[in-house]
T-cell receptor, first 116, second 117 residues
Framework: AQKVTQAQTEISVVEKEDVTLDCVYE???????LFWYKQPPSGELVFLIR??????QNEISGRYSWNFQKSTSSFNFTITASQVVDSAVYFC?????????????FGKGTLLTVNP | NAGVTQTPKFRVLKTGQSMTLLCAQD?????MYWYRQDPGMGLRLIHY???????AKGEVPDGYNVSRLKKQNFLLGLESAAPSQTSVYFC????????????????FGAGTRLSVL
């Protein structure tokens, strides 16, 4: 069975600090997809990134970067020079390709608070 | 471009009442999902559908029923609401793997906040 663990329940930083959100996953499939979603205080879920299991290249998008390591089953998310607008709950999620329903298994989320 | 629309946004029910949550998507997606979000629990899958006329149980299906009579709509029903069903409900849709460039991404509605007293 697939599982996603976000060990950090809450993180609080001061603006301009860098912060890394951890995500560890478990799956028996060789083909799978990993995601990060952001849930701001307004409540909607915003897609940030998707990674497939065959692509271990790290990715950078502006102040956001993602580090995917199959050897440690981790898909960590770093925000550089954090801003107050980054305050949100961040979810890591996993989708297996072999089940044919492509459902998402979510971690419990990490609440990030960026203080001015 | 509406995407995924959930109706209603808020609802308060008394124990034992019934209601239906509506999810509508205008992206011609094959797959649709209902999740619930509870504090400290992340999102958990209730039911899902892989196409018009088909539904299946997810991780926490008890107390809920669903229907997918039209491709664009996915209804979630509570026949006899219980306080344990107080939650935020999210609907999502995604295309078939062979359909479109944004495959494998689930798009979410804005959520329905339900309180059962």
């Amino acid at each position: 069975a697939q599982k996603v663990t976000q060990a950090q329940t809450e993180i609080s930083v001061v603006e301009k600090e860098d912060v890394t959100l951890d995500c560890v996953y478990e799956t028996r499939d060789t083909t799978y997809y990993l995601f990060w979603y952001k849930q701001p205080p307004s409540g909607e879920l915003v897609f940030l990134i998707r990674r497939n299991s065959f692509d271990e290249q790290n990715e950078i998008s502006g102040r956001y970067s993602w580090n995917f390591q199959k050897s440690t089953s981790s898909f960590n998310f770093t925000i550089t020079a954090s801003q107050v607008v980054d305050s949100a709950v961040y979810f890591c999620a996993l989708s297996e390709d072999g089940g044919s329903n492509y459902k998402l298994t979510f971690g419990k989320g990490t609440l990030l608070t960026v203080n001015p | 471009n509406a995407g995924v629309t959930q109706t209603p946004k808020f609802r308060v029910l008394k124990t034992g009442q019934s209601m239906t949550l509506l999810c509508a998507q205008d992206m011609n997606h094959e797959y649709m999902y209902w999740y619930r979000q509870d504090p400290g629990m992340g999102l958990r899958l209730i039911h899902y559908s892989v196409g018009e006329g088909t539904t299946a149980k997810g991780e926490v299906p008890d107390g809920y029923n669903v229907s997918r009579l039209k491709k664009q709509n996915f209804l979630l029903g509570l026949e006899s609401a219980a306080p344990s069903q107080t939650s935020v409900y999210f609907c999502a849709s995604r295309p078939h793997p062979g359909q479109g460039s944004a495959k494998n991404i689930q798009y979410f509605g804005a959520g329905t906040r339900l309180s059962v007293l």
